[in-house]
C-alpha cells in the first residue's frame, strides 16, 4: 500500500513493526519508516504530590487472548496474597474504570505501585508513561520493553514463575529509598515522552527528509 500510494515516510509506534518494515524495506518500497514510541500528555497526567497509601492498583482489561493470562496470574496472586477485599488492592477492570482522565489521574496519585504489561506486540503503552508521571511506581513481569525500561531502574519486576514474588514486591514497599530512586529516575525519563517532545522529535525528523 505504501509503494502503490507513494508515501515518503511512515510512523509506526512498534519498534518490532520498524525492524520488520526495515527487514523488507527494499523489496516494498523506499518508504522511510520512523519508530516515534507512545508517550503521555502532561496537560492530563501530572504528580499531584498526595499522601499515597501503600496499595497496588489496576485498571484496565486483563487482554489474556494476547499475553497467555499473565496478567489475569499477576491479579490472581495478589488477591490469594493479599485477600480479594484487602485495603492494599485497588483492583477494577473494563475501560469504562478508568478511561476518565481526571478521575484516572487523581486515582493514580493515590497508590504505590500500578500493575502494567507489554501491549500484545511488546510495546511500551502510554500507560507506563502516565504512571511514571503521576509518580507511581510500574509493577510488571521482567521483558525487553522496547529496550526503554529496566529492571528495579524504571519498574519493579515480577517473575511470576516464583511462588514468592509478592513477598520480594512487599519488601520493595518498606523500602522508601529505591522506590524514590526509581520515581525519580522516571521523572527525568519521561520528559522525553512527553506529547511535546515527541512532535519536536517527529518534526526534526520531517526536517532532515527535506
Known sequence: IMKFLGIKSCITHSLSS???????????????????????DEKNFINLNKKRFNRIGFRGNLNSKYNNNTRKKIIEDCYKFFGKDSEFLDIKFGPDNFLNKKE???????????????????????????????????LAPISNYEGLLKPRLNYLPINIHNK???????????????????????????????????????????SKLK
Open 104 to 138: 484516572y489521574c487523581n486515582w493514580m496519585n493515590t497508590i504505590t505501585l500500578c500493575i502494567n504489561t507489554e501491549s500484545a506486540i511488546g510495546t511500551v503503552g502510554p500507560k507506563f508513561w502516565e504512571q511514571m508521571i503521576c509518580g507511581v511506581v510500574p
Open 18 to 40: 520498524y525492524k520488520l518494515f526495515n527487514k523488507y524495506k527494499k523489496l516494498i518500497c523506499d518508504t522511510e519508516i520512523f519508530w516515534l514510541p507512545f508517550g503521555v
Open 164 to 206: 514468592n514474588w509478592l513477598k520480594e514486591i512487599e519488601l520493595y514497599l518498606n523500602d522508601p529509598y529505591l522506590l524514590s530512586e526509581i520515581k525519580n529516575e522516571n521523572f527525568k525519563m519521561v520528559e522525553n515522552f512527553k506529547v511535546k517532545n515527541l512532535c519536536s522529535t517527529f518534526k526534526s525528523y520531517l
